[in-house]
């Protein structure tokens, strides 16, 4: 049941920290401070190109699994949604390797996908929430996130179980290739096991983001701005107001804005930006600065070193915990998945069950 929650989803972002907590203690060895995985199908060290797939926010999930791979594992990563890789006749590597990530294990186009993979001599690791899932069972291999289950429509804790599954899973693919030293390992463990903590302090800071949802909830378009792994936490923020809300949001990479959406900018447009401080804050700051100086209304999530600069020229600054850029994108999908929540709630839309939405996609 929802306990004294309004909503399957209120109560599942609640299940934010404990989630995390559990699936983090499953994939790191706490006293090694080391990626624990389990036994995989294919040799990480060796592996020549990795194929990532999946389908909505498990996708989206994916993509910030290939920027981490990327950055700490030196691995060559190609991501594509998976009614796209099932019909793109891709051209793969014999003896190359592929994770799919699903909160159901049943996604139609995911399973069709691993299907492939499979034909063309790929070995398959799922990423998955229902252990005895078709995913699970047809994959060479299957990984669990532990968010028990998740029954509101939208994906909460399942998307940030699927997050530190693949960040743990970038770390072990680091040391496996040599590229990740055991010091740099224990750094980004300890910032991992920080998150669940982090994760706490952001739900009980709803009150900033119910004065934001206030501001959006008038409004016909929504852009979502990021940089980086949060690139991808922008394109699920304007999924998740868009499947809760049904307001029209899109998410862009910061950097793009000046090819096209700029031109959108107008008061009536809110900006949700995504800038923690980091490597790439200052170009993310100037993006939005050249937005807001074109009228656009900036509505900024960051941390504390980032929340100067951010001042002075957005609308609202929310203030997130401080955290290592490496495990940003998992914080920060909290208080995006909060806000679709709550402008949803101020709409009266139905949250758990949005019209024309099914949980799990089993048809094509
Ligand atoms: O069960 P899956 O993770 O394979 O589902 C994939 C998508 O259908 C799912 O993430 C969908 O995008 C959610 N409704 C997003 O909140």
Known sequence: GKGNYRHFMEKELHEHPVVLGDTLRQYIDPAS?????????????TVPRLTLSACGSAYLAAQVGRYWLEQVARVPVDSDIASELRY???VLPEGGAAILVSQSGET?????????????KQSVLSIVNVDESSMARESDGAVLTVAGPEIGVASTKAFTAQLAVLACLALGFGRARGVLSADEEAR???????????AATLLESNDEIMDLAKEITAARDVLFLGRGSLYPIALEGALKLKELSYIHAEGYAAGEMKHGPIALIDPAVPVIALCPSGPLFEKTASNLQEAAARGGRIMAFTDAEGAPALRRFAERVVVLPTVDPFVAPILHAIPVQLLAYHVAVMKGTDVDQPRNLAKAVTVE
């Open 33 to 45: 401070r080391a990626a624990a995985l389990p036994s995989l199908p294919f040799d990480p060290a």
């Open 88 to 90: 793109r006749d891709p």
């Open 108 to 120: 139609a186009d995911t399973l069709a996908a691993l299907r492939l993979l499979r034909q063309l």
């Open 188 to 198: 980004l463990t300890a910032a991992l096991l920080e998150v669940p903590g982090h």
